[in-house]
């Protein structure tokens, strides 16, 4: 026996079922059109449609309005933990007014970032945010070239007139610096980042600045690579070996500063009986950890969330111009830090 095909379910069944208009649905069921009416009627409407599995066609809306309703995220790392939940802000933020968001994991390497941007412009998104930027950015330069609307995300770039949204990296660093240095420590190190990133670069800078606004050692420095554990390790087993005279290390991120703890352990040095360890962005899971890491906490979540609005504001013609927004990190004190013991 042949079973009758299940009749798929329209907008106007749903219309029928609250008895209001075809159209008065659509904007119901429509993220960007449902402040248009009243939310006693968009709560019926969203109750009718789960009630009869309707889902509206996002493609045929699409096609019809000449729109992807898409956006692009280029990432770096999605192994390194200050990623996802910038992302999260991302998705949360999109979503809520009916965008789909096209995320594409890079390796912090430029050729890929190149790639994944011309395979998001093939489907057709609207705007990209781009948390890959180096100081000097091919991909930056490629979106303004090709007057594709984009914001820069926890990295900006070494030109004006761009989009950004990024962390006072000076309040962060003095604020760790005036931590250590309030616990009598007169020698400190920093691993820096790569300072083809502005995260890397102006992390270091600060700290110099600071250390020598204090009259303190500005050379006890060793810049790595990547934001990674193991350069975290190999910048500070090579900074040891050139001068073991300092009793506290400020990591340019959290990666770095376990990388500096891994080492501390395979020559037998206790964190913070012998030197005291900090790191930068709070990533998850760093207060289980013991010692606990003592870091800066970056608020990564809202800055996706925000750099999502900007865009979204661009696209639709609302932005007032190109500008920088600095969200306010926050000091968090663990037991990674302690008073000096020389």
């Known amino acids: 026996m042949t079973r009758k095909a299940k009749r798929k379910i329209t907008i106007?069944?749903?219309?029928?079922?609250?008895?209001?208009?075809?159209?008065?649905?659509?904007?119901?069921?429509?993220?960007?059109k449902r402040d248009q009416i009243?939310?006693?009627?968009?709560?019926k409407v969203e109750k009718a449609a789960k009630k009869l599995g309707y889902y509206p066609n996002i493609l045929?809306?699409?096609?019809?309005?000449?729109r992807s309703f898409a956006i692009g995220v280029l990432i770096p790392d999605l192994m390194n933990p200050v990623f996802p939940p910038i992302i999260r802000?991302?998705?949360?933020?999109?979503?809520?007014?009916?965008?789909?968001?096209?995320?594409?994991?890079?390796?912090?390497?430029?050729?890929?970032?190149?790639?994944?941007?011309?395979?998001?412009q093939g489907r057709s998104i609207e705007g990209v945010i781009i948390a890959t930027a180096r100081r000097k950015d091919p991909v930056v330069k490629e979106c303004i070239d090709n007057d594709i609307p984009f914001v820069l995300v926890n990295r900006t770039v070494d030109r004006d007139g761009v989009n950004a949204v990024i962390i006072d990296e000076d309040f962060g660093i003095r604020s760790v610096l005036d931590h250590l240095m309030s616990l009598k420590h007169t020698h400190i190190a920093h691993i820096a980042g790569p300072q083809h990133t502005s995260?890397?670069?102006?992390?270091?800078?600060?700290?110099?600045?600071?250390?020598?606004?204090?009259?303190?050692?500005?050379?006890?420095?060793?810049?790595?690579?990547?934001?990674?554990?193991?350069?975290?390790?190999?910048?500070?087993?090579?900074?040891?070996?050139?001068?073991?005279?300092f009793t506290a290390v400020v990591a340019g991120n959290d990666l770095l500063a376990l990388g500096c703890m891994d080492a501390m352990k395979e020559v037998g040095l206790l964190v913070p009986e012998n030197i005291s360890i900090s790191g930068y962005?709070?990533?998850?899971?760093?207060?289980?950890?013991?010692?606990?890491?003592?870091?800066?906490?970056?608020?990564?979540?809202?800055?996706?969330?925000?750099?999502?609005?900007?865009?979204?504001?661009?696209?639709?013609?609302?932005?007032?111009?190109?500008?920088?927004?600095?969200?306010?990190?926050?000091?968090?004190?663990?037991?990674?830090?302690?008073?000096?013991y020389r």
Do not use: C
């Open 60 to 66: 045929a809306s699409s096609l019809k309005q000449n």
């Open 199 to 245: 995260t890397g670069y102006h992390r270091a800078r600060v700290v110099s600045s600071h250390l020598q606004n204090h009259n303190l050692r500005t050379d006890l420095v060793e810049i790595t690579e990547k934001f990674t554990v193991a350069e975290g390790r190999r910048a500070f087993r090579k900074l040891l070996a050139r001068d073991n005279s």
């Open 281 to 340: 962005d709070d990533i998850q899971f760093l207060e289980r950890m013991n010692p606990a890491l003592t870091t800066v906490l970056v608020p990564k979540y809202e800055m996706g969330s925000q750099a999502t609005k900007t865009l979204l504001d661009m696209i639709s013609g609302k932005s007032n111009g190109p500008g920088v927004l600095k969200m306010q990190p926050r000091l968090v004190v663990r037991n990674s830090t302690a008073v000096a």
């Open 38 to 43: 009243s939310p006693k009627v968009v709560k």
């Open 89 to 120: 802000g991302i998705q949360d933020t999109a979503e809520a007014v009916g965008y789909t968001v096209i995320t594409a994991n890079t390796d912090d390497e430029e050729a890929k970032e190149r790639d994944a941007l011309r395979m998001m």
């Open 12 to 32: 106007r069944d749903v219309a029928d079922l609250v008895d209001v208009h075809h159209s008065t649905v659509s904007r119901a069921l429509s993220p960007t």
